[in-house]
Nanobody
Framework: QVQLVESGGGLVQPGGSLGLSCVVS????????IAWFRQAPGKEREGVAC????????IYGDSVRGRFTIARDNAKNPVYLQMDNLTPEYTSVYYCAAKSIPTMLESGMDYWGKGTRVTVSS
């Protein structure tokens, strides 16, 4: 069993930056690839970014490429999501999720955190 806990959400002004963290624990957690998802009010959850546990290769969704950065240090924990130049459209609940292979398919994830809320507003 793997547990994921997100933190770092909050209120940020348009144009600002925010960093989220996902702490991963449990049996074999180092070997799971981690993805971030977001769910905006009234919309479906979408994949944001993913990082491969072994290679460190990253994948980004079209809506965040060039604006968000996913990273993990050599200890592989936590997994960070740096969000820059935010606009109100990025207001969402952000979730991290784990799977043994790198993917941003929501239906394919094995474990989920409970999410952290990000509000972009002046």
């Amino acid at each position: 069993q793997v547990q994921l806990v997100e933190s770092g959400g909050g209120l940020v002004q348009p144009g600002g930056s925010l960093g989220l963290s996902c702490v991963v624990s449990g049996s074999g957690s180092d070997y799971y690839s981690i993805a971030w998802f977001r769910q905006a009010p009234g919309k479906e959850r979408e994949g944001v970014a993913c990082i491969d546990s072994s290679s460190g290769r990253t994948i980004y969704g079209d809506s965040v490429r060039g604006r968000f950065t996913i990273a993990r240090d050599n200890a592989k924990n936590p997994v960070y999501l740096q969000m820059d130049n935010l606009t109100p459209e990025y207001t969402s609940v952000y979730y991290c999720a784990a799977k043994s292979i790198p993917t941003m398919l929501e239906s394919g994830m094995d474990y989920w955190g409970k999410g952290t809320r990000v509000t972009v507003s002046s």
